[in-house]
């Protein structure tokens, strides 16, 4: 695994060979998403929140981006513990990880991230209710952006708040933008 851009570009990291419950997003898939956000975000000092934590790479890419504060949530314990030997290795500040249920974490939650990503296991029954809660509970920060992995057999082309789609093989991300009322 390997951070594509920023003041970590080019860093390699070996995940442990047994990481319950990840599919690491690819870097094409990875390279991909980061070219589309950097048209729609500034990421310095950015607030984020990367769900289903996984391996970390997203949270890697946005550290290595400048975002100044990470909420990160994985609920296993050996992806858990390599997000936090990896952040402590590149020495990033702002870093909040939270070993958890990432539905209950978002019963609780009633802060704004600037940049919110989900990159749930593909075979979650309850993958389809992320948008919902997200937006419902308005999480997304004015001029800020939640993405959703899935793979193509989920569509949110009906949700409100949908901006776009964007495709790299079996990989889909799904961007969605916050709530706007009409005043």
């Known amino acids: 695994m390997r951070i594509i851009g920023g003041k970590f570009g080019g860093r390699k990291f070996q995940p442990p060979a047994k990481l319950p419950n990840t599919r690491p997003t690819t870097d094409i ?8 956000l950097q048209h729609m975000l500034h990421f310095e000092g950015a607030k984020t929140l990367d769900l289903f934590g996984g391996t970390g790479s997203i949270s890697y890419e946005l550290a290595s ?3 100044s504060s ?7 314990k050996v992806p858990y513990g390599f997000i936090k030997k990896t952040m402590k290795e590149l020495d990033v500040q702002g870093v909040q990880l939270i ?3 990432v539905f209950k974490f978002l019963a609780a939650c009633n802060e704004k991230y600037d940049f919110i990503f989900a990159g749930p296991p593909y075979a979650l029954q309850e993958i389809d209710d992320l948008p919902r809660i997200i937006c419902d509970k308005e999480l997304i920060a004015e001029d ?3 993405v959703l992995e899935h793979t ?3 569509n949110y082309e009906d949700h409100p708040q949908l901006i776009k789609v964007k495709k790299y ?4 991300f799904s961007f969605f ?3 706007v009322q009409d005043n």
């Open 177 to 179: 933008g916050p709530n």
């Open 152 to 154: 193509p057999r989920n």
């Open 99 to 101: 070993f958890g249920d």
């Open 65 to 67: 981006r400048g975002a």
């Open 144 to 146: 800020g952006v939640f």
């Open 70 to 76: 990470l909420t990160i949530v994985e609920r296993d």
């Open 29 to 36: 898939a990875k390279e991909g998403l980061f070219n589309t």
């Open 169 to 172: 093989g079996t990989t889909v």
